[in-house]
């Protein structure tokens, strides 16, 4: 299952893996299969990687220890342009195995910081885990001057010093040297010893180059790694010799070196023994261009108060090469700009300079005073910019430092600097609804008169909210007045933030903020943070910054602005800080400005109103208990399956806030990582709010939403994962914008056949075996019918009354031959006994099996008959449904599959198909459309006589759920069905040698089509019609085939889009010898793929193995295509020429499929397929050009492989999944295969989901990418 990378005889190197991620890793697995990645030794020559994996920027999520990265070969290697700081942060202990903590490679800038001798030395010897540490990865980008002038970078924590090695080195377009990369990774520095960071020259004496700048990558979800205060850049003193010279103009052994021209490079030529440098603007198509140079920026700032001279020579040139005349003061002039920035330094001059159109040097000359202020500068650089449309050249330009006695040096170190105050965009909150509620509150916001110019702590009436709570730590209690109670974040988020909400439509006029910190503890954590003011549309109105911690129980007063009004106050840290906020009071002092006329009274509206549920525990635990008032009462969900709790409140309602009761007895840290959601009337999600943290036994969560949009009909509970779902009460405050209707019980279907007459259409031995026997209520008794007597048996029940039939479930005869019932026919009758139904169906039904009924089928007789003159044997019939007067029945399982779906196929009696959701290729099975109301975007249907996934029961995963189809077409297109040695054949539809002309087939059924055995006789095939340009198969169905389904044979250009193939055998959709091209694929869908017997149609086909798209020349379009289920595999890549010469043009050409380009290959699917893999190239292989794409592709319950590649080169697999199948990849000798942002998934949540419902059974599923040779 692992990835390993063992190339052999030329083949399997240089594969690459980046930003994938990798999850859910079973230890069950040995030897390779146990790694998610694993790098093998042949890729290793003298220490350096001549053919190397590239892997970078991957993820790694749950993996157990067995199943981590083998790290030797792949990832520790030679190079001194190769990052090499390997640092893999363990978030949750997963790929440990023990705790949180880092897998860190022996590199003395790592560990020297670190106590190693805590570390476990793990991953073959190659890594140590480390736990109790923090580390943060870091670059420093350094100046182009490193690339010339050897600069060395050192750091240290005051006791270690240690070199770091020379990372990435980045050029621009042009080959300009904009900056070397310089990896770090380090844990939070000691108190009060920030790390230095130094450089030196090759002589190993101070230096500096030019420009430093840390970028400190996403702060890992630990707390205490390095934080950019904590990093100094220690520069030089500004004295000796080192600084005289900024720089000179002839320091220029190559001409270039310090100088940039981003757009265009530069060139280099002599003039009187002066070197010159050109913009060369003819290079390039933009007219305006610059040159620049970084400074040594410690020169400057160590000596503040001296004075450099900055001098130099310029001519500009127009587009003839004829020297240009400027003023020196208007914009067509050059202008030189010098400028010191970083920190809070800002300290810029500009000069305009005249130019001579007789070709003679204009000469600059300035001195330049370091002023104060500069002490936190990091960055130093001049400019010469000039008019569009010109070029221009320099010469003999320097910097030098002028001579005094008393240079002021600056310290080694730079100081604190408070960050610049400015205001922060309010953070999201809730989702985007999906659709907008058009009612609105019946009593709008009303400007009024100020109620009280006294002030007073509005927040005390307000309604909090935060970006998280944990601990219990709910955001109303930093306003209820106790100040030992308090509102506490989660330590995990940055920029955590509490809101006060002071009331929907009003402002108010603030004068001060209040706020006390803690008392018991932790105060430290309150520090750099804002304290903002808000108006109704959450823009910022105020803010002031605070940079250093409150101690316990400390307060601070912001006084506000004269004449600020806002609707809403917020304490939020800053974006780059994360830590816990924890307030014990926020006090918001003034008086409003702005208030509602009459508002309408807040009631609470849940309690005493419908509850429904995803599942109950048991009765006692029932949805209503958590509308019931009882906080003693709780509902309680399964716990196998994502839950949800759904709260009908009667009307569309505006709410102001939901609150949620946990239960108090056990158990209350279930309730944490779950959404609460408003739903509006068609159960479309408008607003939601997140509940991060656990919530304790017995606590109230309160979730505020408040906003002029908050209107809904349904308050929803979800979890996000599966768990048990248990609360004692549900609270939704707001007011109802309409009356509240009145609803009428449903009727519950029953056992309409118990101990009903019936009858059979023989008897086989004995009263025992008579028709009674299948509705006695006892599934051991059973029919039993004559045997091979000429005619299909039968069995019927007269169930005495007129009823509404909702299903139908047959159990078998328990003791033995149960295979005997098979592709039954149900017929229905009227009290006159006429026939008003027939439903036939296909299979068999193991012990027992339900079928659903079309709606609004009302009869009075139910009769079965088998598909063969074999005995039928019933343990036990059971009918379904209600009194016909009772009216429909509202107990429909409704299959969500959007409205332009659900506008086509809501007719009563409609056929669909749900497609495998398991590793079973034949898990597909076919549900009736009901005749009951449905919501829009939705289709009902009877009972789903099978669980299959929906998309909310994915955990995320949409692509796991199954595929839905419509059946039935107006046009049909049906062979006869034949007995015997003819059952195998029926018809056949062909377009044959009809090159130049559009064929179009569109909307038909094709059932019982195909002739087993015969070539050439298959249920759609366009046969050696060349090119046939327009040419369309589209929007067709394909059902019950004897053989393939769409056939293109010697044809191009022809579209295939947007059909089903549904219970067929052999290779579905294909191109049949390898010389067909420029055909487009596009959006079919096939499912239940079965295969032919060894060698039909002939000896040569591989038919046995059916895939569902077989494809034997890759100059073909494949596009959204999904394969749901085949005994081979789903995309087979066989690639080869098998027709005579005679019969293809291609022949003649000496084409070979193997070699030519992929056309598009991208969103393709391919799950539970039987054999070998979802996407393969065995064994033919396929030595694609270098660039070739399958873009998007995934492969999820694939029995064996999600991918197989064998003998196969240059496939990029960009984005995709690769989830739950036996092995994410085989790369069987793949050549610079590249997976680009790949998701690989070993067991899922949902495939453990199907293991807990008892659907799947419990394999060893690794889910690693394996290269082998």
Not at 15 to 44: E, L, M, P, R, W
Not at 337 to 345: A, D, R
Not at 1090 to 1111: K, Q
Request: aromatic share 10%; glycine share 10%.
């Amino acid at each position: 299952g692992g990835l390993s990378l063992q190339p052999n005889e030329g083949m399997g190197r240089g594969t690459t893996i980046k930003n994938s991620s990798f999850k859910g890793f079973d230890n069950g697995c040995s030897g390779g299969a146990k790694y998610a990645i694993h790098v093998g030794n042949d890729q290793v020559r003298n220490g350096v990687f001549d053919a190397s994996p590239t892997i970078f920027n991957n993820t790694f999520a749950d993996e157990p220890v067995s199943s981590r990265i083998s790290a030797c070969w792949g990832i520790h290697s030679s190079g001194d342009n190769d990052v090499r700081t390997v640092v893999i942060e363990d978030m949750d202990g997963s790929l440990s195995g023990s705790s949180p903590g880092f897998f860190v490679q022996d590199e003395p800038s790592v560990t020297s910081f670190i106590d190693i001798t805590n570390c476990q030395m793990v991953t073959d010897g190659c890594l140590h885990f480390c736990e109790n540490i923090c580390l943060r990865l870091g670059i420093v980008s350094i100046s182009q001057d490193l690339t010339t002038r050897n600069f060395n970078m050192h750091i240290s924590d005051g006791t270690n010093t240690v070199p770091v090695k020379r990372g990435k080195i980045w050029f621009d377009e042009k080959q300009n040297h904009l900056s070397a990369q310089m990896p770090l990774a380090l844990p939070a520095a000691a108190t009060g010893s920030p790390y230095q960071i130094t450089f030196t020259d090759a002589n190993d004496e101070p230096a500096w180059p030019g420009f430093a700048k840390l970028n400190l990558e996403r702060a890992p979800s630990c707390i205490g790694g390095v934080s950019a205060g904590e990093i100094e850049f220690a520069m030089p003193d500004g004295g000796g010799d080192r600084c005289m010279d900024l720089f000179k103009y002839d320091d220029y052994p190559n001409g270039i070196h310090g100088w940039q021209n981003f757009f265009a490079g530069l060139v280099v030529s002599e003039d009187a023994g002066k070197y010159v440098i050109s913009t060369n603007r003819r290079k390039h198509d933009r007219g305006h261009v610059n040159l620049s140079r970084n400074l040594d920026t410690s020169c400057l700032v160590g000596n503040i108060g001296r004075t450099f001279h900055l001098f130099g020579k310029m001519r500009m040139k127009d587009e003839s090469d004829a020297d240009v005349a400027s003023d020196g003061t208007s914009n067509d002039s050059p202008k030189i700009t010098f400028s010191i920035t970083g920190g809070q330094s800002n300290f810029v001059k500009s000069w305009n300079l005249a130019t001579s159109s007789d070709g003679s040097w204009a000469e600059f000359s300035e001195e330049i005073t370091m002023p104060s202020g500069i002490e936190g500068a990091n960055r130093a650089q001049i400019v010469i910019d000039k008019a569009e449309k010109q070029e221009f050249l320099i010469t003999e330009w320097g910097m030098k430092l002028i001579p005094s006695e008393a240079p002021t040096l600056r310290p080694s170190s730079y100081p604190s600097v408070s960050p610049t105050l400015r205001p922060s965009s309010h953070p999201t909150v809730s989702l985007v609804p999906t659709k907008v509620a058009t009612l609105t509150p019946t009593k709008q916001p009303v400007t009024a008169a100020p109620v009280s110019a006294a002030p007073t702590n509005l927040a005390l009436t307000g309604l909090a909210s935060g970006d998280s709570e944990c601990h219990n730590g709910f955001a109303y209690k930093a306003i209820d007045g106790n100040p030992n109670s308090i509102n506490h974040s989660c330590c995990t988020n940055y920029g955590a933030w509490l809101m006060v909400d002071l009331g929907i439509g009003t402002l108010n006029y603030i004068e001060k903020i209040v706020v006390k910190n803690r008392v018991n503890c932790c105060g430290g954590r309150l520090k750099r943070f804002y304290v903002e003011l808000l108006d109704a549309d959450k823009n910022v109105v105020f803010a002031q910054y605070h940079y250093g911690f409150v101690g316990n129980a400390q307060v601070r007063e912001f006084v506000v602005d004269d004449g600020t009004v806002a609707r809403f106050a917020r304490v939020r840290h800053e974006d780059s800080y994360k830590d816990c906020l924890h307030i014990g009071e926020l006090e918001v002092w003034g008086y409003p400005t702005e208030v509602p006329a009459s508002p309408e009274p807040i009631i609470e509206m849940a309690t005493g109103m419908e509850a429904t549920a995803s599942t109950i525990w048991s009765q006692s635990s029932a949805a209503s208990k958590s509308v019931d008032g009882n906080i003693n009462s709780i509902f309680h969900s399964e716990c196998n399956a994502v839950p949800w709790l759904r709260v009908d409140i009667g009307v569309m309602s505006f709410v102001q806030d939901v609150k949620i009761t946990n239960r108090g007895d056990c158990c209350g840290g279930r309730l944490r990582y779950a959404t609460v959601e408003l739903l509006d009337e068609d159960l479309n999600p408008v607003e939601s709010r997140y509940i991060q943290g656990s919530v304790g036994n017995g606590q109230v969560v309160q979730k505020v939403f408040n906003e002029e949009t908050s209107l809904a009909r349904y308050v929803q509970l979800s979890l996000n994962r599966a768990d048990c779902l248990h609360v004692a009460e549900v609270q939704v405050y707001g007011y109802h914008l309409m009356a509240k209707p009145t609803s009428s019980p449903t009727p519950v279907p029953e056992n309409l056949a118990l101990n009903k007459p019936a009858s059979q259409s023989s008897t086989y031995n004995n009263a025992g075996d008579g028709a009674s026997s299948a509705v006695d209520g006892n599934y051991n008794s059973f029919t039993h019918t004559n045997c091979w007597q000429g005619i299909n048996q039968w069995w019927k029940v007269d169930l005495e009354d007129v009823y509404t039939i909702a299903s139908i479930t047959v159990g078998n005869r328990l003791d033995c031959c149960g295979g005997r019932f098979h592709d039954a026919t149900f017929s229905f009758y009227d009290e006159n006994d006429e026939e008003v139904y027939v439903m036939p169906t296909s299979g068999g039904i193991g012990n027992k099996k339900s079928f659903s009924v079309g709606a609004s089928i009302d009869a009075r007789y139910v009769k079965v008959t088998i598909g063969d003159q074999d005995c039928l044997q019933i343990g036990e019939f059971e009918v379904y449904g209600w009194k016909a007067s009772e009216g429909p029945l509202e107990n429909v399982d409704r299959l969500h599959v959007g409205e332009e779906a659900a506008n086509c196929w809501k007719s009563p009696g409609s056929r669909i198909m749900l497609t495998s959701d398991t590793y079973e290729w034949d898990d597909s099975h076919i549900e009736v459309v009901a005749d009951v109301p449905s919501e829009p975007g939705t289709i009902a249907v009877y009972p789903l006589t099978k669980k299959k996934s929906a998309v909310d029961e994915t955990f995320g995963y949409p692509d796991f759920a199954v595929e839905v189809a419509l059946l039935d077409r107006s046009l049909i297109i049906e062979g006869a069905k034949d007995e015997g040695e003819f059952a195998t054949l029926g018809g056949h539809f062909i377009v044959l040698h009809t090159p130049h002309v559009h064929q179009h087939l569109e909307g038909a059924l094709l059932q019982n089509m195909g002739q087993q055995g015969k070539l050439g006789r298959y249920p759609l095939h366009f046969h050696m019609s060349e090119c046939v340009h327009g040419s369309t198969l589209s929007k067709n169905v394909i059902w019950k085939s004897n053989q393939r389904c769409v056939v293109v044979h010697g044809s191009h250009n022809v579209t295939v889009s947007e059909n089903v193939a549904f219970d067929t055998k052999g290779h579905c959709f294909m191109l049949e010898d390898g010389g067909e091209w420029d055909n487009v694929f596009y959006k079919n869908l096939g499912a239940k793929v079965g295969r032919l017997p060894r060698g039909v149609p002939r000896a040569e086909e591989t038919d046995f193995f059916p895939s569902v798209y077989w494809i034997t020349n890759p100059s073909n379009d494949f596009i959204g295509n999904v394969a749901a289920g085949s005994q081979g595999p789903g995309f087979w890549h066989e690639l080869k020429l098998r027709a005579p010469s005679s019969e293809l043009e291609i022949n003649n050409h000496g084409m070979n499929p193997k070699a030519l380009a992929q056309k598009t290959f991208k969103d393709n699917a391919s799950h539970s397929s039987g054999f070998r893999a979802g996407f393969t190239t065995y064994e033919t292989g396929y030595l694609a050009p270098p660039g070739t794409v399958w873009e998007n592709i995934k492969a999820y319950k694939n029995k064996e492989a999600g991918l197989f590649q064998h003998g196969t080169a240059n496939i990029d697999f960009r984005g995709g999944l690769l989830a739950d199948n036996g092995q994410a990849a085989h790369n069987f000798h793949h050549d610079n295969a590249i997976y680009d942002g790949t998701e690989v998934i070993g067991r899922s949540e949902h495939m453990q989901f199907l293991i807990d419902q008892g659907r799947i059974g419990d394999h060893c599923k690794t889910g690693g990418l394996s290269l082998q040779p």
